[in-house]
């Protein structure tokens, strides 16, 4: 009954909201640093709440899941894409080859599926992502569910984990073509001499989405070249950035993460105990010090993988990271993974809150946000829209300016004027992170944007 109750006041609270990206936590939530939009934890809900969205489909359901065990509690995933199949959907299935995937002997015989290569030379099938009715004429019908999740108790329960669902038609035909890549077809019937996993994939998805006003990101791996993508984001924080991955092993996010340390972005993180010995861990340790948290739970894991950027500060383009992709090179460039980007201050907020329970809980003290630097560049000149794809406008203030000038993220310059203007064109520079930077006589401004292009 629990259950039920929590359910119907789940999906009460989406119809009113009407948001097509929502986030929800397998572990309790901290609600006091809130900003207006409280974080979900779904108390032992997570599978109600996928059936729930299982159920909903009209057309098809294509998922590509690392693991489903059918442990107590797992069977009614499996009952309902049963139902779902003979209701006269179309539901493909793609699991990880080296995996018990128990949970599967509970499909109804004519649902196909396919398993990923087991060979030396590929990695996993590490996804966990679900894409509902992709091809619906109905915009509001599309839909993908993504996340840390494996499909078993533990990790719906009781590890530390994430599901985000978004509601976009552009964001799901990128994950059906995705699937379709490693199905090797667009039917029902997967082509085992098509299908193409693992580094043998190409780079044939669209990357930046429009969805509500928030520019999402979505990059597969390995052909995506996804930790150049962290990278980016890591080094785009101004003021504030706090991660947890399950598995941190790489060296380059590490010393990332010590530059932007080294200049002033108040940084904490969460590793899983698996990470210990690794060159990021021995990196970042003695730099961090006690805002850094192994998680050494004996009979839990944190599975998680997300990394939140400026949400203390909302004019600054907060962002999260989230996926199945651990920051380890076997995810980089062998396993089939998956990771969006949503650039949102109410989304990091969100996430800002799950994470603050979770280093509470390794009794690491978060700093509350300051307002210092929000109230600076609420005062400052303004410019529209941000991102932006070809140009935006500005609103600068007139007395003592002397100087406009644009830097990419390693501070080379771009452009330069001492014309006050109105518009700047960004045509002709590739999409990313970028600086304006205004100096007056008696001081000086910078202010962070971003460039995208091929938008949908």
């Known amino acids: ?31 006091s640093i809130s900003s207006g939009v409280n974080a979900i934890w779904l108390n032992q809900s997570i599978d109600d709440t996928l059936v729930a969205y299982i159920n909903r489909a009209k057309y098809s359901i294509d998922l590509a899941v690392f693991s ?11 009952a309902a894409v049963n139902s779902a199949y003979l209701s006269g959907k179309v539901i493909r299935w793609i699991y990880n080859g080296g995996s018990s995937n128990s949970g599967l002997s509970g499909l109804n015989s004519g ?3 396919l398993a990923s290569p087991t060979t030396v030379n590929y990695g996993i099938m590490h996804n966990k992502f679900v894409v509902i009715d992709a091809n619906s004429s109905d915009a509001a019908d599309p839909t993908v569910w993504t996340g840390s999740c494996n499909w078993n108790l533990e990790q719906f329960y009781s590890d530390e984990n994430n599901v985000v669902i978004v509601q976009d038609r552009s964001l799901a035909m990128a994950y059906q073509t995705e699937f379709n ?14 299908s193409k996993f693992g580094a043998f994939k190409s780079d044939n998805t669209q990357h930046y989405f429009n969805i509500e006003g928030k520019i999402v990101e979505c990059y597969f791996s390995p052909s995506d070249g996804t930790t150049n993508h962290l990278i980016n984001l890591i080094n785009s ?3 504030d950035l706090n991660f947890g991955v399950y598995t941190f092993t790489r060296q380059d996010l590490a010393d990332t993460i010590a530059y932007k340390i080294s200049h002033g972005v108040r940084t904490t993180g969460i590793m899983d105990q698996y990470s210990l010995g690794f060159n990021a861990n021995t990196t970042l ?8 948290k192994i998680y050494s739970d004996p009979n839990y894991i944190y599975h998680s993988k997300h990394l939140i950027v400026d949400a203390c500060l909302p ?6 990271e989230v996926g199945s992709h651990n920051w380890s090179t076997s995810a980089e460039t062998k396993n089939d993974e998956n990771i969006l980007i949503i650039h949102d201050d109410t989304i990091a907020n969100v996430f800002l809150q799950a994470y603050k329970a979770s280093f509470n809980r390794l009794l690491g003290v978060l700093a509350p946000c300051t307002t210092t630097d ?10 529209y829209p941000n991102p932006a794809t070809s140009v935006f406008h500005l609103n600068l203030n007139h007395e003592k300016y002397k100087s406009l000038e644009l830097l990419d993220l390693y501070g080379s310059l771009k452009y330069f004027t001492t014309d006050l203007l109105t518009e700047l064109s960004v045509e002709n520079l590739s999409g990313g992170n970028y600086f304006i930077k205004i100096t007056y006589e008696d001081r000086v401004e910078i202010q962070k944007f971003i460039v995208i292009k091929n938008v949908y």
């Open 1 to 31: 009954m629990k259950k039920l109750v929590l359910l119907i006041l789940l999906f009460s609270s989406l119809a009113k909201a009407q948001t097509k990206i929502k986030a929800y936590f397998s572990r309790p939530v901290d609600t």
């Open 68 to 78: 489903y065990d059918q442990s107590a509690g797992m069977a009614n995933i499996a």
């Open 111 to 113: 649902i196909k599926k």
């Open 181 to 194: 890549e490693m199905w090797g077809s667009s039917t029902s019937i997967p082509n085992a001499t098509l």
């Open 237 to 239: 924080a101004d003021n």
């Open 285 to 292: 340790t003695p730099i961090m010090g006690n805002n850094l």
């Open 315 to 320: 004019n600054s383009d907060p962002a999260v």
């Open 374 to 383: 929000v109230e600076e560049l609420e005062n400052s000149f303004s410019f």
